[in-house]
């Protein structure tokens, strides 16, 4: 039997040593600049919660497709971060490439594979964790897989929480070690699956973005609290 149920929550997991360290100094840095925000002490030592099930499906329909709203089934993983030095702009697509999937075609570890390529390359600033944490794990993949299930992401906007403005007006210099900006992008994801079964879900994010000096952008982690 179909189960008609999309998955719209957060699985956690447990990660090495060396991926706690990097956790630590990740939160360390955009707590630095983002002093205001709520929750950034947790980003370092957020507990670890055990796997949930899959959420009740959206009693609403769908909106109507829009031009940035990723088509479901193409066969592909997940998109190529692109080359901009605004992490404005970075943040909107990382966020629309955290938020759209296609179990149908793409396994849980392609998926992974795809969003790594939007990491930085800085160790010491990028906490993989928190991006592996927005994805289900592989037993919950293959779930949603019999199901169908796959989720298509439109991006509204962008901008830099006040509190990330109000510090770094006070210390512009704060910015400087790692260039590391914290920016929340607001959406709409879209889950569907067999059955004819689909829901839409607003939803917003503060992403940790990377923009070093003549540098392309790139992610350095999620943030486990939406900064307005």
């Known amino acids: 039997m179909v189960k008609k149920r999309p998955f719209v929550s957060r699985e956690q997991g447990s990660g090495p040593p060396a991926s706690v360290l990097r956790r630590a100094v990740i939160g ?5 600049v983002l002093v205001a925000v709520a929750g950034l002490i947790a980003y370092a030592t957020r507990a670890e919660a055990p796997e949930p099930s899959p959420a009740a499906a959206p009693s609403s329909a769908p909106a109507s497709p829009s031009p940035e709203t990723s088509p479901p089934g193409s066969g592909k993983a997940v998109a190529a971060p692109p080359a901009t030095s605004d992490p404005i702009v970075f943040a909107k697509a990382a966020t629309k490439a ?14 992974l594979t795809g969003l790594r390529r939007w990491m930085t390359v800085e160790k010491k600033y990028a906490d993989w964790e928190s991006v592996v944490d927005q994805m289900p794990g ?14 298509s992401a439109t991006v509204g906007e962008g901008h830099f929480p006040q509190s990330f403005k109000t510090a770094l ?60």
């Open 138 to 151: 592989p037993v919950l993949w293959a779930r949603m897989r019999d199901n169908g299930q796959h989720a």
């Open 98 to 111: 955290l938020w759209t999937y296609d179990t149908r075609s793409v396994s849980q570890a392609q998926q």
């Open 28 to 32: 360390g840095v955009v707590l630095a």
């Open 169 to 228: 007006a006070q210390d512009p210099g704060a910015i400087t070690q790692a260039y590391v900006y914290a920016v929340t992008v607001t959406g709409k994801q879209t889950v569907a699956w067999k059955g004819s079964g689909a829901g839409a879900e607003a939803r917003s994010v503060t992403l940790a973005v990377q923009c070093r000096p003549e540098r392309d952008c790139s992610l350095a982690g999620v943030l486990p609290n939406t900064a307005p």
